[in-house]
């Protein structure tokens, strides 16, 4: 979010309040948004893939806002932009074995990235901003993920001023190369112009990854002007500064030098990421292995996710054959685009029931296939996308509730689910009048809960759940693998309650009415809290400590008001403040 | 805060918006707030000291509450109870040497504590809430400090029920003991009866320091009734349960227990903290080291701190002698005082300027002479108390500039306000027109500077402002003792800007002029999250994520609006919720 207005020309003099709410409509009526793109269908984005290089160009169709009453100036973005990124992301790790670097950088003259459009945001409703923010901090962990752990090391060629929005773009890549004109330049405005913080992790990755002194923080991310040259190197903002003349060539030269540093494997192929198959109603969103059942009266979501209908493949080649049809690969694309569907565009459903249905032994079938070949590249990327969807699911301001009934299949990759959840009901015994000669319900950890799929704050659900009890941990880990029923899972510490026939219906009934008769706010700052005991990180950080900051200033008067600094950008008038600091 | 009213009989059926802004009006013309006390002036606590352990017995005052509008029933508080229960921590620690173990308790029947008053929440301004809840915050964990670093451990002896707040004061002890009598329970009942959530560190403690498992936490924060007994103890709520009829002997020897363990010196004096001289008027706040002129126009406190003006006395039992007058306790506690005094009474001064006047080698001195005597107990309390009001400092939301000026002393001790600092300008040769022979203002390390002081991320303040940075924490290190001047200091990266005397006055002013003019939020939101580079722990937790969470719901319609549960809160009417999650 920037000042990609107040350097247009042909900027409307003033955001009066008429327009402000045209479009704060506008997002009320907008229709459902839809995740699901590919790069044929981008309108910001171009995706050119050379050899081990890729590069991600950002040129913003001024026009091709998702909502209407904005125009996407100076490479601004709204959620429709970010979500072309996102797919770029995936993309780039599924489809492109091939590419150990990618470069972002801007097809606009002068301008790298403005961030976040500021018209949306002034008008956008409370809900739809913080959502907004959500995803596109989770898609720059994503980066950070492809650097960290897919060998495909991000690079930004800040080819033209990155402010607010777009600086945090930048920031999200392992290494900035900013060009040297004497007019480009870095900045975070946020505070100065807008009376915000930056929304996508700025604050934090100053200080937490790029080691910027604080008080020169401060410093920075109160001039609106920005930094550039020589001195965004000396303060760290940035990695190297290059003169025109040399920028293509210094910009391929350090993208080969970032993919020489990679350990993909040669040859590899990429598999294709097919359009996924869905159906929407106003009840019910239907995928392959996942149907979620829409209850608006009760405020509740009710998520079923099945396990494989089949054992896994034999060995490694026949996984790549299956390629987006794998089990694993399926169900987490198609668990990912409904957690930012309901996320996006259900808000008054409050709680999300998790059920899964299947064949445990499958599922840990399908598991250990993926961990016994981490050095492929598909079943590591396989793995870690699981591991982001999850983090996902964790930091989703909805109650979740796990159902563990007959039938079930928690079981490792799916026990995440559980143990994701607030707080999870497991039948002891079966459903009397509904099948009496069912097996009871069971939850298996497998090798999926002791490792590979950690939470933000660098730990297993398992040791979370745990935390600061290594008793009850060894206790669990020693039952690794063993079918555990209600009364066992409940006394380890696995599930929160395990109610027989008679209590089921009613104890799950009240959690879910009494779950929709709290405050929302008050649920969503609880779990953000009971989510994540222990440890925190700059992850963590982000969708914690900065993210609340920022939502309370969002919604204080100072800058969403009628006289608040976000609504009065660009019609000449200074905000009106309460100068009361609180 | 909690279920005071609901359990009390005679109250008055509904808190009508009249009755709301009638107390809203109050809290804003309050007096000025004052938080000097003593034990004889207490309204709302008894102090007994009866050899190694203290009983604090809080038996509330309903008539006593700072503003009017709100009666203290059931053992709540507001921040007049507090202001109490800070002064018995630290007289404890000053005053009692001979203390190892102190009870808290209840004085009244059945009843604990119940937590913050609603009445006085519901009604009270947004900044009174959330300073209220900083300062509370603030409290407990001086008494953690007192446990970890004092040999003085708490003991929460809970013989009745103790709700909110009053389960919040319980946790910041060391051990819980919880009368077992079939009535008294735990319970944190704000999300469900109130639409907020605790606000004094209880989401966190239960997780990260009790341990509790996060979906039993969850459970137990949406259940209004609390958990008393057995399953208390089950849930790591409490300690241990005790029948009524063991209850005296029980607490007795536990108390007697915790005191053995203690390190504290045998046959140990007290000093006495002896009436704190102030004067205050509406443009200044004077002490015998510290004083403050206020200067609403600009938004500005300007604070300077004087320096000892004699050399320390030359052996730790003449420091004993000179007690309270002791330099480095004297100036600490007018600088808490001041704080205190500043945020809660004056919300329109965003900008503290921080000046110190005075011989740089004495400051240095009184550091030595505590150092070299950290077996002391004064001397480790002086330092123990320096420490947490530097960290009161970091969690001031006010922006702060350290002017380091010819005739300073910023070293040791006193640098750590500079490095407390948002930013800070040193000034590069003299004011030439003030005088020419001056010698040029210096900063200098010392062992204050590399240990015993460290923040609520558990770093000095040197480590943050280099986190990451190993080498350029290493250069300062190594030029420990130096009266390092401007261009050596800001090379360093010890200070932001070193001006020379003809840009001195205009950059300043023009920091200050800036600061004043962005929104009070973002800054304050800028500077929580810049002041905490690195890593996180229990207490930033509280103070960076929790606090946040809870501002913005405090702040939201759902809690404080005239339908939110804040408000209708014993009124008989449910709160009309936006069943939007955000």
Redesign the interface.
Known sequence: MTSQDSTSADLAPAADQAQASDVAQATADVPVVEFRTEPSEYRHWRLDVDGPVATLTMDVDEAGGLVPGYELKLNSYDLGVDIELYDAVQRLRFEHPEVRAVVMTSGKEKIFCAGANIRMLAASP??WK??FCKFTNETRNGIEDATAHSGQTWLAAVNGTASGGGYELALACEHIMLIDDRSSVVSLP???LL???PGTGG??RV??KR?V???????F??RAEGIGGKKAVAWRLVDEAVPRARWQEAVAERAAELAGRSARPAGANGIELTPLQKSRTGEEICYRYVTARLDRDR?VAEITVSGPDADPPGDVAALHDQGAAFWTLAVTRELDDLILDLRTNE????TWLLRTRGDASRVLAHDRLLLSHRDDWLASEIVHYLKRTLKRLDVT??SLIALIEPGSCFAGSLLELALA????FQLFGVFEDVDPSAEPATVTIGEMNLGPLPMGNGLTRLQ??????EA?LAAVDKRAGEALEAQDAQQL?LV?FAPDDIDWDEEVRIAVE???S???????????????????TLET?VF???T??????F??P??SGPDG?LRRYGTGRR?D??????
Chains 1, 2 share one sequence.
């Open positions: 409370h809900p913080v959502n946020e505070l100065p009376g915000v913080l604050l934090t200080t937490d080691h002194r604080r008080d020169v923080a401060d410093y991310s109160t405020g808000l008054e459903l409050g301001s909805r959840a607030d707080r999870s979370t759940r745990f935390y600061g009890d009850g510490g929160t009494e779950r929709a709290f405050s929302p706010d008050a649920l969503t700052g609880l779990e953000a809290n009971y989510r994540f005991a222990g440890p925190e950080k914690g400590r900065l609340a900051w920022q939502n309370w200033i919604y204080r100072n800058a600094a905000a403040f309460d100068r009361k600091r609180v």
